[in-house]
Structures are given as C-alpha cells and as structure tokens.
Nanobody
Framework: QVQLVESGGGLVQPGGSLRLSCAASGSIFIINPMAWYRQAPGKQRELVAV???????NYKDAVKGRFTISRDNSKNTVYLQMDSLKPEDTAVYYC???????????WGQGTQVTVSS
C-alpha cells in the first residue's frame, strides 16, 4: 500500500529553522521525482520544491535561498530544510510525487509548520 508519512513540523519563531522528513513507499520513490507542497488556511495547496531522482532541484520563488530539498534514496526519504522562516511560511506541509507530470498518490496527514513570535 502506498504511504507518505511527513514529520518534523512545529512552532518556530521568525528567522528560525525546521527540517521536515517524508518517508515514502519504495516503488514511488524509485520511479518519480518527489515534491513538497504546502497549504495555508483558506488557500489552495501549492508546490514548494521538487527534486528529481538524480537530485536536480527546483523551488517556488518565495522560498528560493531559504529552503533546501534533498533525498536519501537508501532510506526512501525526502527532506525539506527550511531556514530563515517567515510567518507567511505557516502551513501544513505535504510530500507527494511531482503532480505536474504524474497522478498524485494518496496524500498523507501532512505536518504543521507555524512561524510566529
């Protein structure tokens, strides 16, 4: 069964850092580029960062230079290092395949990130 399990969220002050993790089913991870998404209250889910199987990355403009996506193929895990966090980064963060090219897998529960003083 396909599973995506996100973790690592929390409450952090502006300027702080968090590292999110997403454990994915092996078949998904091996085949597809992986991505992080976020959904703020009252807004649509948006793509934040993408990483291909070979490690090529791409980012939403608003997070460039602050967020870093990476993957550990041996652990079927994708990470999102978030630095210099801002209140507007507050959202539930999810991982999934890159849905621009591949149908989404069942969404996990996500992990809440709250940036507030």
């Amino acid at each position: 069964q396909v599973q995506l399990v996100e973790s690592g969220g929390g409450l952090v002050q502006p300027g702080g850092s968090l590292r999110l993790s997403c454990a994915a089913s092996g078949s998904i991870f091996i085949i597809n580029p992986m991505a992080w998404y976020r959904q703020a209250p009252g807004k649509q889910r948006e793509l934040v960062a993408v990483i291909t199987r070979r490690g090529v990355t791409n980012y939403k403009d608003a997070v460039k230079g602050r967020f870093t996506i990476s993957r550990d193929n041996s652990k079927n895990t994708v990470y999102l290092q978030m630095d210099s966090l801002k209140p507007e980064d507050t959202a539930v963060y999810y991982c999934n395949v890159d849905t621009r090219f591949t149908a989404a897998q069942p969404w996990g529960q996500g992990t809440q990130v709250t940036v507030s003083s």
